[in-house]
């Protein structure tokens, strides 16, 4: 988990591209509270090291909600009582884990340190509108397909025996 990776002892890339996205990416796990809760449950992150796709870095941003209590979890989300905001976390890896992407985000490693400082900064809703304007890929782009299936290639890619087609029906259009 690239944020629970605070020492030396972490195995770190000898590649300098991906030791950025790394790195920078490591910066966004700073973001908790009451801030992560206009982030999608579970998003993609395609990072552009160049020319050849085979080559881009992606990463999972998981958002990881608190709750009160263990009963208020099986209240629908609708319900913002058994919510806990101000415990909310969220964990990067740099790999794709889950299932059921919600939304992904597609960056070019020369932008990768303005991503995240405007990911960073985000504390209204009007300032994710702004963010998902400049990096989001919503259902309605026209190049979702092409993000989509470079997605699934990816994991193919990272997890062969593990790897299957992501199921899209909680993808949003945020």
């Not at 990416?25 to 085979?54: N, W």
């Not at 470079?150 to 899209?168: M, S, Y």
Request: some cysteine.
């Amino acid at each position: 988990f690239i944020n629970r990776c605070d020492n030396n002892e972490c195995v770190r890339p000898l590649d300098q591209n991906i030791l950025r996205a790394d790195t920078a990416m490591k910066k966004a796990t700073q973001m908790d509270g009451t801030i992560v809760q206009f982030l999608p449950d579970l998003a993609f992150v395609r990072v552009q090291m160049g020319e050849e796709p085979a080559s881009d870095r992606a990463y999972t941003m998981i958002y990881n909600k608190s709750y009160k209590s263990v009963s208020s979890m099986l209240q629908t989300e609708d319900i913002a009582e058994g919510r806990d905001y101000q415990f909310d976390t969220q964990t990067i890896l740099p790999w794709l884990e889950g299932s059921y992407p919600n939304f992904f985000y597609v960056v070019k490693l020369d932008d990768i340190e303005g991503f995240i400082e405007q990911y960073n900064t985000i504390n209204t809703l009007n300032e994710y509108e702004s963010f998902v304007a400049r990096y989001g890929i919503r259902r309605t782009n026209e190049d979702f397909w092409l993000h989509a299936d470079w997605f699934n290639q990816q994991h193919l890619r990272e997890q062969p025996v593990k790897a299957g087609i992501f199921d899209l029906s909680r993808y949003q259009n945020r």
